[in-house]
């Protein structure tokens, strides 16, 4: 996912990724959308806890990257 954001808005190596997913919100218009699946990911990947995402995030989030990669031309 982080691959397909990269047209979005790149991320700083040092930045933290949760900052990151607040970047991504906001440049795409969401409100805490990518940011509870970062948290979901890093609890699951960093905290050993199994966080099973909000399908209709992913939706969401993923409907918002395609207009936003349309109305820009990055195919």
Known sequence: MLWLLR???KRPPA???IDY???VDARLGLTNVFTALT???EAQEFGGRLMMPDVGKIDLLL???RVWVLRRGHI
Request: proline content about 7%; overall charge neutral.
């Open 7 to 9: 047209v979005v808005i």
């Open 39 to 41: 948290i979901a990911y």
């Open 63 to 65: 409907g918002r990257l």
């Open 15 to 17: 930045q933290p990724l």
């Open 21 to 23: 997913a607040a970047d």
